[in-house]
């Protein structure tokens, strides 16, 4: 359940209202894009608002989680597709997230590793 | 390094001794192979050992890995192909391991998530 609420408020906002996609981020987060590593909510956001392409749109295929080693935490495996204006055809991707929980009752991410699949 | 070092073993393993694959998992282990979830090393050695091909191979493409919130932990994201004998096309897949550190200074994998990308 957390997995899949997580996933659909992720790419939600990364496809409509990408500049607030850096609220689920936090100082300690780490992104690998594509074998780049960025650490820190900072430069991760400054990654996802300059990526080559302004508009997209995620269709996620399949969503799996489990609860983590960290107490609370959850690993999540998205695989999917990456939707560009223009482009005829849709990239193929996967993505792995490890949320943390929050004080709040939220989760962060503090692991996102995000891959293309090449055919 | 650990993710490299780690994920040579575990498909060297898995592709010339796959009986000795679950020295790797621990009875906390949790493995979703395809959506199948599969908790503890017994079912997951089941699992493993009864898959419906005996002979494979897995070339990795890419290893993407990076330290997690459990203290010691590393997560791991691979993406490479599956070769099955008298199979002409590749299998694509992706998977992610998190890795936690035992008290012998190896790791175990905590959590396994294992698809194969369709096209």
């Known amino acids: 359940m957390v ?3 997580f996933v659909d408020h992720y790419y939600h906002l990364f ?3 990408r500049a607030s996609l850096p609220s689920l981020y ?3 987060s780490m992104l690998t894009f594509e074998g780049q590593k960025i650490v820190g ?3 991760i956001s400054s990654k996802l608002n300059q990526l080559s392409f302004d508009q997209c749109r995620h269709v ?3 969503i799996d989680s489990q609860p983590s080693a960290f107490t609370g935490g959850v690993v999540v495996f998205v695989s999917g597709s990456l939707q560009l204006p223009g482009e005829e055809h849709h990239l193929r991707f ?3 997230f490890h949320l943390i929980p929050t004080p ?3 989760f962060f991410v503090q692991n996102d590793i995000f891959r293309l699949n090449y055919g």
Chains 1, 2 share one sequence.
């Open 60 to 62: 996620v295929s399949t």
């Open 26 to 28: 936090q100082p300690t």
């Open 104 to 106: 709040q009752g939220n």
């Open 3 to 5: 997995g899949r609420a």
């Open 41 to 43: 909510v900072d430069d």
């Open 94 to 96: 996967s993505q792995m």
């Open 15 to 17: 496809d409509n209202e």
